[in-house]
DNA sequence: ACATTAATTATGT
DNA sequence: ACATAATTAATGT
């Protein structure tokens, strides 16, 4: 989908693309066309860092198009990927988390398509843009939502239901339609998956190769279909674990 | 029930 | 040809 969206998107950034996404999709015509005026737009290849955490949040940004992989280092410098965001999302919001500097960084998962704008505007946006702030509580608080839920799998759930349900997640939230079943719609490896889920990479290729034998998913190099998500619900419901 | 280590193979530019 | 991804077995906690 990208190949094409991309070049039209690029040369004219025009209302309607706006209008679509629900932080803006109830301001008048009038009121996007001041939102574009300071808007910027940038492409970014996969794999760029669009910002760093603890850098100094200067702009606030809209997916457009692909997805960003937010990601934290740990102490002991190994990466922690802490969620995925799709396109037509607000992220690096760190004004509305009450914050000067961004909390994570954002590195893009596929190749996309990044507005921003200058965090300054950030309040006359949320004062004077009817829903835009309602719109944009919705999704942190969501996403703070779905970070707990991870923190409380990590803590009481194993290794093969937590890559599970990191797995459901990514097809749920970003997942494509395919004649097989449902395909992550990025580039995504099995590090990345162990990075999701505090496991290593090994463990996660053992999983998948053990699921893929019994027909529940199937994968070539940086690419993963889920054939079978309800197998995947069975797998990723706790089992008894004997604790007395 | 999992990580680590290490060796081997596959895949994409 | 080279780098990166994925698999697999053996061993360790």
Redesign the pocket.
């Known amino acids: 989908m990208s190949e094409n969206t991309l070049k039209k998107i690029l040369p004219k950034l025009d209302t309607s693309l706006l209008a679509k996404l629900p932080p803006f999709s109830r301001l008048s015509n009038e009121q996007i066309r001041e939102i574009l005026n300071h808007v910027s737009v940038r492409r970014h290849p996969e794999g760029t860092h669009v910002f760093d955490e603890a850098e100094a949040a200067e702009r606030f940004f809209m997916l457009l198009d692909g997805y960003i992989r937010v990601v934290r280092i740990t102490p002991t410098g190994e990466q922690v990927i802490s969620l995925h965001i799709p396109s037509g999302q607000l992220f690096g919001i760190a004004r509305a988390l009450g914050r000067d500097t961004y909390p994570a960084t954002a590195i893009t998962a596929s190749e996309s398509i990044v507005l921003s704008w200058p965090t300054s505007l950030w309040d006359t946006f949320t004062e004077k843009y009817e829903g835009f702030a309602t719109e944009t509580y919705k999704t942190v608080g969501r996403r703070v939502g779905e970070v707990n839920m991870r923190v409380m799998e990590m803590a009481t759930q194993?290794?093969?239901q937590r890559v599970a349900n990191a797995l459901l997640r990514l097809i749920n939230q970003t997942g494509r339609p395919v004649e097989d079943g449902i395909e992550v719609d990025f580039p995504i490896?099995?590090?990345d998956l162990s990075e999701m889920t505090a496991?290593?990479?090994?463990?996660v290729?053992?999983l998948?190769?053990k699921w893929e034998k019994q027909g529940l998913v199937s994968?070539?190099?940086?690419r993963i279909i889920v054939s079978d998500p309800h197998g995947l619900v069975v797998l990723a419901h706790p089992k008894d674990n004997h604790a007395h």
């Open positions: 194993q290794v093969e490896t099995r590090q496991t290593t990479l090994h463990t290729s053992r998948m190769s994968s070539r190099r940086k």
